[in-house]
Each structure stands twice: as C-alpha cells, then as structure tokens.
C-alpha cells in the first residue's frame, strides 16, 4: 500500500486504500479460513499468526480503512454490533459511572442497564435532546465514559459532539459516540473531539442487509484499547473472514449509497412536511427541526437515510399505513439499499417510549420518485 493520504476519502475507500495483494497483485484481498497457523521448524511463526481467534489477515484491510474512514489510530471488528459495545464496556470497571441517553438504541441501553447493576456501576440518563442535562449527570472524577448516539432514533435530534467531548474531558471521562446512524461519510466524531466511535456495521457500513457486524475506532492506542483487543480474543466474538471481506466489498460504496440515501430522504421530508394525513415529518435536513443548526455543523455531507414520521391517528392507523406500502419494506434495521418502513413502538415493545403515531423510515437507493409515489397512496388508504 502506498501513501495515499492527499486523496479524498471517497477514493481511498473505494480502492479499500489502495489495496493490492503483494504476492497475486490481486486487488480484492483473499479470504483466509485457516483457523490455525503453522510454525518454523525453529518454533517461529511463520507470518504474524496464531490463532483464528486472535488474529486473522482478512481483518486487517478491512481494519485499516475503517481507521482510515473515522480518522482514527486503529480499528477493530466485531461479530456484532452488540459484540462491539459489549467489548467497550468490558472496559469499565466496579465503582464507576456511566452516563448515556436516556433514548439510545435499546439493546445498547439494556446492556447498560444489566451490567450496571451486576457490577455495581453507576448509571445516568440524560436528556439526549439537552446538553445542560449531560452536564448535570456527570461527576467529576467518578464518571468514566460518557456515550453519546447522534442522530438520536427515532426523533433524529443530533447532538453537539464537540460540546458533549468537553463536558465528558472536564469531568475526567471519555466520550464515545454510536455514530451507526451519521456514519462516517457525514459525520468525523474524532475531529469532532470523541474518543472512541463505534459502528454497527450491519446498518451504513455494509449497506446490503446481508452481514451482521461491528466496529470500534479509536483516537489513540491506549490501556483501554489494549484492553478492549483482549476481550475481543478472550470473548471470541470476533467477525468470521467471509463476513470481514463482505463488509469491505459493501464498504467501497458507502459514499455512494450514503449520498443518494440523503438526496432522497431530503426529498421525502421536503415533500411530506405539510401532508394532511401527517402530524409531523421528523428529519434533521428540515429547517424545521429542532437539531437543524447543529446537523448543518455536523453533518457535512447530507443529513442521511433516516426520517420518522408522525402520522394523524394512533398505533392503528400508523400500522395501516406502513401495511399499505407496496415498495417499502416492512422491516426493522437500517442502512442498506432497500427502504424499509416499521412501526419502531411495535419493535420496541411495552415499554418503548417512542410514540405509537411513529412510522420509522430507513430511505435507500431506489428511485425518489417511485418511494414519494409508494408513500402518497399508502397515506390516502389508511382503510
Ligand atoms: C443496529 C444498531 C446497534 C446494534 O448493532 P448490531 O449490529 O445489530 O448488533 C447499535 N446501535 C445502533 C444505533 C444500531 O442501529
């Protein structure tokens, strides 16, 4: 690989930074499925390999450009995006304090909530829409890591990285951003001042709905990465090398996919705003709301796929509409090339605090006019 810095980013990853196989001049790296790695007859190792758990060469590319993308020191992938988040807090130890969103993504939360409880770490919630409320929860010297979600699912709200990073440092913690929704394209959450990012890299990362994965970056490489790269060996759950060269295959489009995603979801919520069947079109693109200015900052190439819905009628009526979509999928996740739709309360369940008015839009690449014309008759049918 040679130093190819003064690109863009957009060409750096399509070329998965130039890569090109040393031995084949293969330019799509190959897939080792060795679970073991024999030695020298001096006991050496023979490359840099041991183990299929510890090490494996199908990571490493795509570990390089996904540093590469968030500007970071190193990466490592996970077999799950739950994998990834449970391998960072690993990190956090008894008698620590932990503060979070009290509206994140729900598997991340009751995560949070189980581990805290077990190992006596503290837990706050704050206000995810209400940095004053981050400042209040924090205890200097007590609190640890601080994790952030922008834009906030499902209202979209976007937080202030930069201003969430100086509340976390001045109280001694770090700042770790679930950056799954923004993605890289749009948003850089380390230039930002974050700390350590994390994707679930099922959703934008490899955009075709067909690999289930996670990513942690880092800004530097310090005792907690060191730590979190002995949980992943120690834990196991690490990302199968077929799946590792999916992601980076799905990855080399990301910008691609992302732009277009962004075009049309503007395009819909532009279009959707005023709806007589609508109460509300929630889409940080919108000047209308409430984290425009702050996504304007933040969100330098488009304001993503994602937008919500609110319709005018209950849980019944906002189901009778998704069920009346012919080109929307009627399905959870997000991030891929397919638009889906759901009823997110349905999803989350009784106790979600999501409004049961709210249909979930993942917009994807099909054409704009074709998903406004399936969105217009699913509305005027909501019989
Ligand atoms: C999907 C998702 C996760 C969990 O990732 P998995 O790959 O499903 O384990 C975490 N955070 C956000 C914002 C997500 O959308």
Redesign the pocket.
């Known amino acids: 690989m040679h130093d190819d810095s003064n690109v863009s980013p957009e060409s750096r990853l399509a070329q998965a930074c130039h890569y090109i196989d040393e031995v084949t001049g293969g330019i799509s790296p190959p897939i080792q499925l060795s679970t073991t790695y024999a030695r020298a007859p001096d006991y050496s190792y023979i490359g840099n390999y041991s183990y299929g758990r510890a090490d494996n060469p199908s990571w490493e590319v795509l570990e390089k450009v996904c540093a590469d993308l968030d500007g970071g020191a190193d990466a490592k992938c996970f077999a799950?995006?739950?994998?990834a988040?449970c391998a960072f807090f690993e990190t956090v130890n008894t008698g620590e304090h932990v503060v979070a969103p009290r509206i994140m993504?729900h598997?991340?939360q009751d995560w949070l909530r189980r581990i805290s409880a077990r190992r006596a770490i503290g837990l706050s919630l704050f206000d995810a829409c209400d940095l004053e409320d981050l400042a209040r929860q924090v205890r200097p010297g007590e609190t640890s890591v601080v994790w952030i979600?922008t834009p906030v699912?499902p209202t979209w709200d976007v937080i202030d990285i930069t201003r969430a990073a100086k509340i976390a440092h001045d109280a001694g913690a770090i700042l770790a951003v679930?950056a799954?929704?923004s993605s890289p394209v749009t948003t850089q959450a380390l230039a930002h001042g974050a700390d350590i990012v994390f994707h679930?890299?099922?959703?934008y990362l490899n955009g075709h709905s067909d690999v289930?994965?996670?990513m942690l970056v880092t800004a530097r490489e310090d005792d907690r990465w060191e730590e979190i790269k002995l949980v992943r060996t120690l834990t196991g759950g690490i990302l199968g090398p077929f799946e590792a060269w999916l992601l980076l295959r799905g990855m080399r489009t990301l910008f691609l996919r992302f732009e277009q995603a962004s075009r049309s979801a503007l395009q819909l919520a532009q279009h959707f705003e005023n709806h007589p069947r609508l109460r509300r079109v929630l889409y940080p693109g919108l000047e209308s709301h409430p984290g425009h200015d702050v996504a304007c900052r933040q969100m330098t190439r488009g304001f993503g796929g994602m937008l919500s819905l609110l319709v005018d009628g209950d849980a019944e009526v906002a189901k009778r509409i998704a069920g009346n979509t012919r080109l929307f999928v009627r399905a959870t996740?997000?991030g891929g090339v397919e638009s889906l739709i759901e009823h997110r309360a349905s999803v989350e369940g009784p106790h979600s605090a999501v409004p049961e008015n709210l249909l979930r839009l993942s917009v994807g690449i099909e054409n704009c006019q074709d998903l406004i014309e399936d969105l217009e008759q699913s509305l005027q049918n909501p019989e």
């Open positions: 799950s995006g739950m994998a988040v993504y598997g991340s979600e699912n679930d799954t929704v679930s890299a099922t959703k289930v994965a996670g996740s997000l």
